[in-house]
């Protein structure tokens, strides 16, 4: 038999250099050269062997030879010595997550924080490493890269293809240059990009920081790249959005550049993004998603898909998770006010639009100014002084009409100040804030600009009990609670128009109780959001339990795009 192996050398510990073997020459190989025989024998590259063969590491028929074109005779013996060639690898152990192997290629899911291979800041503790403790046999391919076609990122994570012999390795390369590789990958941007982009601005060294990248023209040595995305899912806040991102080059760093330079930063990424001391991101939110690329020794291809980790759901979650805006509303003796000071009690952030409208009456400052401004001194105590507020009610009660261009006056300057408190509140980092509008559903209308996912609670009360504590508590006559009633929904109105109702109608001591109820609830519904959040992203990217995985792509229909 030709190149008849006489002893296997095992697979040497990656990076002790050449393996060890012996081999006996056949009459097939009878004149061919000592490196084209041994290379073919012992499946090491050709010029691995030559630098074997110059270090003294062979012997033919028992005497060492140093010249690597030196004629082989019919059964011949040739032995590689296990030694030392280069700074070699050594193997480590470690967590390795393949989803398809066979005799030529191996593909793995690359964890986020592992280097793919070692560099003069990172010898050891890489991807390299650990394929070699997996894959022995990668010893055979020369270089500190063996089996690498292509990298990731440090922290990017996702598949990474690895050849696992030197004719799968040259095929894969080539392949790779020829562009005949798909990469797919998902990206957590801040901001929503466009559904749809492309970015082909070249990309080189960065001019005085040497750790970036940067668009750089080809004329001054930049190299064509060329990135395309697509949107797969926007934060209806606008935060942040998922895309899937091609590429159709392959320099370093490159969607992190394009996309920054798109105003779409990643989330996490402390190289090209702002700074933002909100930022969840425990990484760059980049992850290879899906690859498809032509079988180095089969027909046909293989493509891969593999679901991001879960710090890329939490992230999302986290970025989609604002402080819960809650509206309280209701009829006037509810109880309201109470309800108000108990959630604040319990720490929740309160607001409350009558004492905003005081305030905005005070002399001098706007609602007042505004009064003057369109009645002169009609509801005001003199021409400078503070408002009348009984001739304000009893004008109100009188005309509809007066009552309506009031509102329109007063009300934008209200919820400006509504907005301004929610906004704080998330700034601060509040779970939730409540703020009391008793006219919230009857002038929601003109709230522009608010969020759409307020969550509306009524305060429910029957009529006779309102009346009397209003009655009882503010002074009230029949007539007059029976007119505020009018202008505003009915209770029974508010209730369907709402998310959540709390019964007041009952003793005093109840109330504290159904307020920790209603905060239950508000939890709860929070809660949902984000197990919902979490169950679209998955149908998105897929679940990484079950979608994780190769399979083959037949010649005729090629590389995916």
Not at 3 to 12: D, I, K, L, P, T
Not at 144 to 149: D, K, L, N
Not at 281 to 295: G, S, V
Not at 526 to 542: K, M, N, P
Request: with cysteine; aromatic share 4%; glycine share 10%.
């Amino acid at each position: 038999m030709d190149g008849r192996e006489e002893r296997n050398g095992r697979a040497r510990a990656p990076g002790s250099g050449t393996a060890g073997g012996r081999y006996v020459v056949g009459s097939g190989d009878h004149g061919v050269r000592l490196d084209a025989f041994a290379s073919r024998a012992s499946g090491l590259s050709r010029s691995r062997v030559k630098k074997a063969v110059l270090a003294g590491l062979c012997r033919v028929n028992g005497r060492v030879c140093t010249e690597a074109d030196v004629r082989l005779d019919g059964g011949s013996l040739v032995e590689l010595e296990p030694g030392s060639v280069e700074a070699g690898l050594t193997p480590e152990e470690g967590e390795l997550a393949v989803l398809y192997r066979d005799e030529s290629v191996v593909v793995v899911d690359k964890p986020a924080g592992l280097t793919v291979h070692p560099c003069p800041s990172c010898p050891e503790g890489t991807l390299v490493q650990r394929l070699l403790a997996h894959f022995p046999e990668l010893a055979r391919q020369e270089g500190a890269r063996p089996g690498i076609v292509h990298r990731l990122d440090k922290d990017t994570s996702g598949l990474l293809v690895a050849a696992l012999t030197e004719s799968a390795r040259l095929a894969l390369s080539s392949s790779f240059v020829a562009r005949a590789v798909a990469k797919t990958y998902l990206a957590l941007t801040r901001g929503v990009p466009e559904a749809e982009g492309r970015v082909t601005l070249p990309l080189g060294r960065h001019p005085t920081l040497k750790t970036r990248m940067a668009v750089v023209p080809e004329n001054r040595g930049g190299r064509s790249a060329s990135s395309s995305w697509r949107r797969l899912y926007a934060d209806p806040a606008g935060r942040f959005a998922v895309l899937a991102v091609s590429i159709h080059t392959g320099r370093t760093h490159q969607i992190r550049v394009h996309l920054a330079e798109a105003g779409h930063p990643l989330w996490g990424d402390r190289l090209y993004a702002p700074r933002d001391s909100h930022d969840p991101a425990p990484r760059q939110m980049l992850h290879a998603w899906k690859l498809t690329f032509p079988h180095p020794a089969r027909p046909g291809g293989l493509t891969c898909v593999c679901p991001p980790p879960e710090d890329f759901t939490r992230a999302a979650l986290e970025l989609a998770r604002r402080t819960q805006r809650v509206v309280l509303t209701g009829t006037p003796g509810c109880g309201k006010s109470s309800v108000l000071r108990l959630l604040a009690a319990e720490g929740v952030p309160v607001w409350s639009a009558d004492a905003v409208v005081a305030r905005l009456y005070r002399p001098g400052e706007d609602g007042w100014l505004l009064l003057r401004r369109r009645w002169g001194s009609r509801f005001l105590q003199g021409e400078d002084g503070p408002v009348d507020h009984a001739a304000l009610a009893a004008a109100l009660m009188a005309d509809a009409g007066l009552r309506r261009e009031l509102e329109q006056l007063i009300h934008p300057l209200v919820f400006a100040d509504m907005e301004r408190f929610f906004s704080r509140a998330e700034a601060d980092g509040h779970r939730r804030a409540v703020a009391e509008v008793p006219l919230w559903h009857e002038s929601r209308r003109r709230a522009q600009g608010l969020a759409p996912d307020m969550v509306a609670v009524t305060v429910a009360c029957p009529a006779d009990a309102r009346h009397a504590r209003l009655r009882e508590g503010r002074g009230w006559s029949g007539e007059r609670a029976q007119a505020v009633d009018a202008w505003q929904w009915p209770e029974r109105d508010k209730i369907a128009a709402s998310h959540y109702v709390l019964d007041n109608g009952g003793p005093v001591e109840d109330l504290p109780g159904r307020v920790r109820t209603l905060l239950k609830l508000l939890d709860e519904r929070r809660a949902a959001a984000g197990a919902a959040l979490a169950d679209t992203l998955r149908a998105v990217w897929g679940d990484r339990a079950s979608v994780r995985a190769c399979s083959a792509v037949s010649e005729d229909k090629g590389v995916l795009p």
